[in-house]
């Protein structure tokens, strides 16, 4: 039995993105105790803007089958809005590169050009890496910037609020590219716009991509003091 952290400083410092899971369930009321904790997340005048959809069992699995089918038809639409450039700039595409580097060529053993590769790793995304539970997070697009930053902070406090359970998590963006299917199995209203997937469950720590671990930069490069 794992125990979970004890104080947010472990929770903060153990919270990795986990990509390969047992299927041990978690509890529902575990996920109705994490969710229910997590909306006390600040938000701007206290809009709430969020929404969450809990995916198990048939749903989760019919959601996956139907992202699967577009993405082999290769007819994935964009993002409903735009999360990311297509190109990038430095110091950010240079942290990009290291991460992909170490995801894909160290640690799954795929070559840069290895197309087929990387679009194995990339279609796990859509079953949550085998989580027994993934969340699909929205937030209403008429709070503008302010929603997605509010959706933000909640998604850290569930990715937290896991870790002291014992559990842990991935945020998935890739989701974005298949809203439209999100949209139609979970009846998203028009007003709600996705912002991530996020599996949740117990890792397979035997797993190779369980080694899988990342670099921060020193604090001076992200922290002005003025006095
Ligand atoms: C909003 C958001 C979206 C992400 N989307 C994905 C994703 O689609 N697939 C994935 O494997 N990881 C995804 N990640 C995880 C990042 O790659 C990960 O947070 C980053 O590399 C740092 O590693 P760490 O979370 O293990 O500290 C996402 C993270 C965030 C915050």
Redesign the pocket.
Known sequence: MRTGATSVTEAIAT?????AYLSRPVPRREVEEILALASRTASNSNTQPWHVHVLTGRTKRRVAEAIWQDLDAGSGVAPEYPYQPDEWCEPLRGRRRR?GDR?YRTILGVAPGDHGGRRAH?RR?YDF?GAPVGLILTTDRRALAGGLVDA?AF?QAIMLLARERGLDS??????LDFHPILRRHLRIPDHQMV???LAVGHADRDHRLDR???E?EPLDSFTTFHD
């Open positions: 919270r990795r993105s986990v990509r991460f995801l990339h995304n890496f933000g998604l991935c945020p998935q963006a890739s989701f912002v991530c997937g899988l671990r990342t921060r």
